[in-house]
């Protein structure tokens, strides 16, 4: 069984074709970033445009790459939602008019839901992606983390799973976008509070965690605002400072332990609870999915606090891409789920899990 998988929720245009659910056969992502770079973060509109322009282009590079025919595609995978409405639409029209066109069935793909099944690519024939050796078990405990979602979610088996948490705000990638901004750190702001977070000392300032009335539940908007009043503090200004002038007033040592000070509470914040919902679940396995599972404190500090293995996959696979839409599009195929009406199917840009 082979699926093709289209992604166009944010700001990557992303096509793959991944067979019986756990080899990947080719994985093709465009990404606006570096427009978005010059502003601080996705421009909603500069993303559509974008993604009208590279859909067709990585849906046949995708195909070429896995060496397929569209007689050998069994089914095209979507993302419906969530997301931002006017790049949805890009992807979803793009697969209802090729389900019509090429007489292919129709699966309507929940990107949060996708993220996770990312973790299920065991093999692939194509360079450069380390992968995990089995996929996971269920009862499965999964940690999303990305620019758009953080949540901690129990599945019991495919299709049955329950929203354990999730964020009450902003969303961890977020923060962490929204906090390289403030200290001068290029988007996205991940990969550069890691890179700058390197020389800083993690302890030298105590940020604040969240403590929230729901159990499993996130929150990180004080924490920005906190590392915020920092910044201003460090920079001897006072709190009506243009905070776009902020970072000039900071060193570089300054601003690297803010990158590490934050990361390690931004980080700590999901790992307690996840350490919380595996001790009250007892899970087979935990898998950390989404852009920020790619962050290599986020993978040391639940390795050390867990008494199992977590499992992650290749830091392409983290963020946005087609290959997890695929995936979760051949779990859909195989338990024979109904189709979507490639006449009728809409986006859903709030969609939850
Ligand atoms: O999953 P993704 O590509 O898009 C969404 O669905 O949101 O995640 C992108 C997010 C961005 O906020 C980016 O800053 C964050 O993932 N990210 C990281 C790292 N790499 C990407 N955050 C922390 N550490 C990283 N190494
Ligand atoms: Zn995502």
């Not at 096509?15 to 056969?25: F, K, M, N, P, Q």
């Not at 050796?133 to 901690?152: E, N, T």
């Not at 914040?269 to 935990?286: H, L």
């Amino acid at each position: 069984m082979k699926i093709l998988g289209i992604e166009t929720s944010c700001d990557e245009t992303a096509a793959a074709v991944v067979e019986d659910g756990h080899r990947l056969l080719s994985s093709t992502v465009a990404s606006s970033m570096d427009l978005h770079a010059l502003y601080g973060g996705v421009v909603p509109e500069i993303a559509a445009r974008s993604h009208i322009e590279y859909i067709i282009p990585m849906i046949r590079q995708a195909l070429s790459e896995a060496q397929e025919e569209w007689a050998d595609i069994d089914a095209i995978a979507v993302t419906y939602g969530a997301g931002l409405g006017g790049s949805l639409l890009i992807g979803v029209l793009a697969a209802r008019t090729l389900a019509i066109v090429k007489r292919k069935p129709l699966y309507a793909v929940n990107h949060v839901e996708g993220h996770v099944y990312a973790n299920f690519l065991t093999d692939t024939a194509l360079p450069g992606y380390t992968l995990p050796d089995s996929q996971p078990r269920f009862p499965l405990l999964a940690l999303i983390v990305s620019g758009g979602h953080s949540q901690l979610v129990l599945f019991r088996d495919h299709f049955d799973y329950t929203l354990l948490g999730q964020t009450q705000d902003d969303a961890i990638g977020e923060a962490f976008d929204k906090v390289a901004k403030i200290i001068g750190l290029p988007y996205p702001g991940g990969p550069s509070i890691s890179k700058a977070a390197i020389i800083g000392n993690d302890k030298k300032y105590s940020l604040p965690k969240a403590n929230m009335s729901g159990r499993y539940d996130f929150s990180f908007s004080g924490l920005k605002t906190a590392v915020l009043r920092l910044a201003q503090r460090e920079a001897g200004v006072g709190f009506e400072f243009p905070s776009r002038e902020l970072s000039a007033r900071l060193s570089d040592s300054v601003k690297a332990d803010i990158a590490a000070s934050f990361e390690r509470i931004a980080i700590q914040t999901v790992v307690d609870k996840t350490v919380m919902a595996y001790d009250e679940f007892s899970p087979a396995d935990v898998v950390i999915a989404g852009g920020v599972a790619a962050n290599s404190v986020l993978r040391e500090q639940l390795s050390s606090r867990l008494p199992c293995p977590i499992k992650y996959t290749d830091p392409k696979l983290c963020t946005d891409n087609g290959a997890m839409i695929a995936t979760l599009g051949c779990f859909k195929f195989g338990a024979r789920q109904e189709a979507a009406d490639a006449y009728t199917l809409n986006i859903a840009p709030d969609l939850s899990m």
